[in-house]
DNA sequence: TCGTAGTGACTACCAAGGTAACTACTATTG
DNA sequence: CAATAGTAGTTACCTTGGTAGTCACTACGA
């Protein structure tokens, strides 16, 4: 990442991110001294400067009468805009959530660009209560790793299924399942990434990397049960598969522990604090 | 806090803003229609629910040949914004920190404007490891509680004095202490802010409500400590007088020579009355 | 004279906001 | 049946403010 991009997404211009930068490596700078190591035209640095003072990143001192800059540490930059937004949280989503009207019936919502894609998964994912299945490739399955590890930290049950080669990072959680295929070739078709919770929500999504990517997203129940049910399926099928290659016979007994999928958790099932294994 | 300038601040554009809210009270709309509620041109608003799409923040579906609208529910939106700034801070900060140098020695530095000098504060209270000393009014004091209370479950030693009238949300913390003052109007001159942690850093601010507020802010040494020593010194005062008033004890008498230093010639008694806990 | 320090007055460009006028379709009603 | 009003979407153009970028100037000390 470049810090440079990276400074523009926190809403610095790209004369405040070359100062700021060009401050942290030459502390204590005049504002000449700062246009010479920036780039900045000297005609604009302190205008740049001032707006960089005035939003507190940096700081001016006194020496010989001359006005030296200082650059607020990277450390507690980020740890002011992360508490920015956090208190913007705080304060917004009780005002929208109040202006939110229920939709009569759960629409089917077409979302578009990879990107989105990924965070309408970590939405999903964020807000599961009980139950929840991923099916997908080890790059998709990758960005939402966090949320899944959230999301078993909550107790919710959650099932994953990862196609591809077997990454290096994959972790050892009690219901992860792979399908080993060489690449995306294998089976026909583009790649597809399902996300499902509680019987409740689904995303379905085809995640191109180009631009083409797109999704559906929705609360609708029917999609949402198929949804489950296919990863399900899709699980019950793997490892029905992987016993019968070990022994051959009684498969009922042996697939007993998967049970708690469309039964609920049960009590010989409740194995720990979301580090199993 | 207005929706409308909380959005803003996420980035979105004033049309972007305004659809968005239209869209979460009337989902499910045509662009004609989101306009309509929105006051948004309608020659803009395919182009502003365009942006709002490619974010991410939007979606489509259709419904009988038309395109309708949904917008993202608002925790969504926000959970995504805080994410998107944690990980911008985990790729960015390791790579400003490599790019920022070691000043020399610690410059005494002039931190602007009233919010400025909090943030500064909530840095100062958020990196402290072992010892915090924070003195000031409640105004401010109250500003930096939520870092003050993750120091203290850090195990940093925090000890905190507030002036003027007991507030009603105050913390029942080990060291707080409180001087009972009527109004800002009783010791001389404006209102002060005083953070000091590790006998390393420190920041002695002047919260002037206006724009006229300033603060110093340095890992100068001699003046961390002097920071520290006063108010270690000014609890330790207020700790005697108040177990004085217990046993009885009264040196007003004796000391009223010194009340001069703080009343000039008046004598009238320390604040100091015992509320801690 | 050169390097440091700082400022005023420009130009160019673009995103965002804002207006007018247009097409095309549908439903209602006199 | 034609006229009208409302819905749906589009093209063209204009204004404004902020950002980027240039040039020319003053002032000072070594």
């Known amino acids: 990442m470049d810090v440079l991009v990276g400074l523009l997404q926190l809403g610095f211009t790209e004369y405040e991110a070359r100062a700021y930068v060009a401050l942290l490596s030459n502390p204590g700078g005049t ?43 990277p450390e507690s930059l980020l740890r002011r805009q992360v508490g920015q937004v956090e208190r913007l949280r705080d304060d917004l989503v009780p005002v929208l959530s109040a202006l939110a009207a229920q939709e009569v019936l759960p629409p089917l919502v077409t979302i578009k660009t990879y990107p ?41 049950d959650t099932y994953v299924v990862v196609y591809g080669e077997a990454p290096p990072a994959r972790p050892r959680w009690r219901h992860w399942y792979s399908h080993e295929i060489d690449n995306r070739r294998r ?57 019968m290659d070990e022994k051959g016979i009684n498969l009922n007994h042996d697939l007993a522990h998967l049970q708690s999928m469309w039964f609920g958790r049960r009590d010989s099932d409740l194995g720990g604090d979301g580090s199993d294994e």
Chains 1, 2 share one sequence.
């Open 116 to 156: 989105n894609i990924i965070a309408g998964a970590r939405d999903i994912v964020a807000t599961a209560r009980r139950q929840l299945f991923v099916s997908g490739w080890w790059n998709e399955v990758e960005a939402i790793l966090a949320e899944l590890t959230m999301a078993r930290k909550r107790k919710v």
């Open 187 to 243: 089976i026909s078709g583009p790649p597809w990434f399902i996300v499902a919770a509680d019987h409740a929500e689904a995303l379905i999504g085809e995640p191109t990397p180009g631009s083409r990517a797109v999704a559906l997203r929705t609360r609708n129940r029917g999609v949402a049960i198929v949804a489950s049910e296919y990863i399900k399926h899709d699980i019950f099928l793997l490892e029905a598969s992987r016993i």
């Open 31 to 73: 504002g000449y001294e700062v246009a010479k190591y920036s780039g900045i035209p000297r005609a604009k640095i302190y205008e740049v400067l001032g707006s960089l003072v005035a939003r507190g990143v940096v700081s001016t001192s006194q020496s010989d009468g001359r006005a030296l800059h200082h650059a607020l540490d």
